[in-house]
């Protein structure tokens, strides 16, 4: 592996102040200072010691500093075709006195990156200056070129957007590129920077200072709910969603921002367009995020105290460098938390509410080969900067279309007269047809299965079902965005489309992460409750229609809504039952608990049971709707069985005992197996 310069294990300064000095007055770029100036100058210089063979600067990098020869020599090199990974031609050799990465008027690169490979053939002694360092220095000292000062200021901005996570993996070009089009602002502390309520028009880099992120509560007062530090980006999620902001911002101390206007965003999406679909992605699948196996990681601390680890992947030769709070995500991706466990465990460390940050981490990590976004590891195909290309079947069959401004639109209809689903007497109208359904459709098997038997083409009448079964489904998202908005929340994304054979609809909840816990669990109930509501109607269509055909057909959608029903109380998947008891009793991980604390209870021979679910209400709780779920399945399939083969089973019982058996059997072996393992553990 090729080594490089490394200033973290440098010696005492052996380079005196005089002999800094004496070095920068021969270099023409420096030749205006006065003699106060290159003694200022001198003291910024940090001393650097590689050993022959080390690479002091690699061509393509950004631009970070220059350097100055002390001592020892030096070979500058070049690939004329950088696709090569050979091919490397000698240009020069530097000895004492020359420089790296200046020239006789500035800085010597016209892209920000480096022009050509360095590398030590001797021992050396080199002065290092930064480009903060040197950005300061230029602008306290006009006796240097206005133009070094243009292409200094440049360059550093590069750095800052290159370290700012939304933009960490885009390429050096379009760094370049994006640096040229932000403009650099000041802001004096107790400046408001945009207040919540109006139009995005832009979004900002931290580059200094701090910054408050506030919004108004109930009574009217602001309410912080993060401050941001050097390299947070805020603001773009409006910006992204064409909504109005959603919360406040306002400089803390004094301040010095990057602005990238709506234009300029709308322009670099449309080379970087993944980036704004991976929140969706993931709070549509509710994965789990898990991370690669055999990922190595080196730690160290920065000179100003914070803690950068670089992780590396044997298998690509990948690096990847984080921040302390990369570190924190990426220690939670260990395939048991879903983007919102993460992003809640996030504001818990830090008090920062940071989805879209989490989420962009996440992908970035998943699209170089350091993380999976499900537990199940199926790569992550997405590069940033790329274009995924699939089928045209596949995109016919898997189409999406995020709504603009979908926040605005929701509100609107809301406002409108939607508003009254969201009342208390269409709760009680709704709960009343769903419970007079559930009835009708019992009355309704007997008849349905009958003429069901008598039906020519089943597959066909199956795919019908499930086709109308999703699209009325679809329903569900705009209750759970009617239900966000009734508690004066927003709905940052909204998207239809289709999924190999049904339409779908996914509405972001996000911002309910940090709402009372009665309330998130109403916005979870919704879904769940609307499916109930709507197989009723199926229901009760079917039981007093006069035509059979159509009668059994909404029969089949109800019984269609009524399994997905019971699929989504399955507290052991992370569905609407779950996540109903998750909110219920405000634990973040509650199935996780639940297997640990029973663990524990199965290590103890199930001794004193009641005096440990007094003292494990939640888990406990959690059981008894598991056997419950448990239950309502066996006495579905008893009760199919009966009706689809009644005379066999009233002949024989005991065979309709085979198949729930079979079940409950599986569902206690794989049980009793995991806490089995976690005891031995």
């Known amino acids: 592996m090729e080594k490089k310069a490394n200033p973290s294990t440098s010696p005492p300064s052996i380079v005196t102040l005089a002999e800094r000095e004496t070095l920068i007055r021969a270099i023409p770029v420096f030749r205006e200072l006065i003699t106060t100036e290159i003694a200022s100058l001198a003291s910024l210089m940090t001393e650097v010691y590689p050993a022959s063979g080390d690479k002091i600067v690699t061509q393509g990098e950004l631009v970070d500093s220059v350097y100055i020869i002390a001592s020892g020599t030096a070979e500058v090199s070049k690939k004329m075709d950088e696709s090569k990974k050979s091919g490397e031609t000698l240009l020069a050799t530097l000895s004492k006195g020359e420089t790296i ?5 500035g800085i010597f690169t016209t892209t920000g990156t480096r022009m ?29 070129a206005a ?75 602001d309410e912080t709910l993060t401050v941001l530090q050097p390299f947070d980006v805020f603001g773009e999620a409006a910006l992204l969603t064409s909504v109005t902001r959603n919360a406040s911002a306002s400089a803390l101390t004094p301040c010095r921002l990057l602005l990238l206007d709506r234009e300029a965003m709308l322009e670099l999406l449309s080379y970087e367009g993944q980036s704004s679909d991976y929140l969706m992605t993931l709070i549509m699948e509710r994965s789990k995020p898990v991370r690669a196996d055999n990922i190595i990681h080196y730690q160290r601390t920065a000179a100003d105290g914070q803690l950068i680890t670089t992780l590396k992947n044997p298998q690509t030769g990948n690096y990847f460098q984080l921040s302390e709070q990369g570190w924190f995500i990426w220690r939670e991706l260990d395939g048991k938390k879903t983007l919102e466990q993460i992003t809640m465990n996030f504001h818990q460390q ?61 509100d609107f209809l809301y406002q409108k007269g939607l508003y009254i689903v969201c009342s208390k007497p269409a709760f009680v109208f709704s709960l009343i047809i769903s419970l007079i359904g559930l009835i009708t459709f019992f009355f309704a098997f007997n008849k349905s299965l009958n003429l069901f038997k008598a039906v020519w083409n089943i597959p066909l009448w199956l795919l019908a079902v499930i086709v109308i079964g999703m699209t009325v489904r679809t329903i569900r998202a705009l209750g759970e965005a009617l239900a966000v908005k009734a508690f004066n929340h927003e709905v940052y994304h909204f998207s239809i489309g289709w999924r190999w054979i049904g339409p779908i609809a996914i509405a972001d909840l996000s911002d309910m992460w940090l709402a009372p816990r009665w309330q998130r669990t109403i916005v979870n109930s919704v879904g769940t409750f609307i499916d109930l509501m709507i197989a009723g109607l199926f229901s009760l269509y079917a039981f007093y229609t006069t035509d059979g055909y159509n009668a059994l057909f909404a029969w089949l959608v109800a019984l269609y809504l009524y399994l997905q029903f019971l699929r989504s109380l399955d507290p052991m998947l992370d569905l609407d039952g779950y996540r109903i008891l998750m909110g219920l009793f405000d634990v973040p991980d509650l199935r996780e608990s639940a297997i640990n604390k029973l663990t524990e209870l199965r290590s ?78």
């Open 604 to 681: 103890s021979g199930f001794k004193d049971l009641p005096h440990w679910a007094k003292h494990n209400l939640a888990e406990a709780i959690f059981w008894l709707s598991w056997l419950t779920y448990v239950a309502l399945i066996v006495f579905f399939i008893v009760l199919v069985q009966y009706k689809l083969l009644m005379p066999l089973m009233e002949k024989h019982f005991y065979l309709a005992l085979i198949l729930p058996a079979i079940f409950i059997c599986l569902s206690i072996f794989t049980l009793w197996s995991e806490t089995g393992r976690r005891q031995s553990a």
């Open 116 to 144: 050509a490979t360095v590398t030590a053939t001797s021992p050396c002694i080199l002065l290092r200056l930064d480009l903060i360092a040197l950005n300061q220095f230029l602008h306290e000292n006009k006796n240097l």
């Open 147 to 221: 133009g070094m000062r243009e292409s200094t200021e440049w360059m550093l901005h590069m750095h800052f957007i290159k370290a700012a996570a939304p933009f960490a993996q885009f390429s050096n070009e379009r760094i370049a590129w994006l640096a040229n089009l932000v403009k650099a602002i000041n802001v004096e502390a107790d400046t408001v920077i945009f207040k919540e309520g109006e139009a995005a028009d832009s979004c900002y880099l931290v580059c200094e200072g701090k910054i408050q992120i506030s919004k108004m509560n109930k009574l009217g007062q």
């Open 350 to 410: 830090y008090q920062q509410f940071k989805p879209d940050f989490i989420t962009r981490m996440i992908a970035e990590l998943a699209s170089h080969g350091f993380a999976y976004l499900d537990a199940s590891k199926k790569a992550y195909s997405i590069r940033p900067g790329e274009r995924v290309t699939h089928s045209r079947l596949y995109n016919i069959l898997n189409a999406k279309y995020q709504i603009p401004q979908p926040d605005k639109k929701i």
């Open 101 to 105: 990465g200046l020239s006789e008027t």
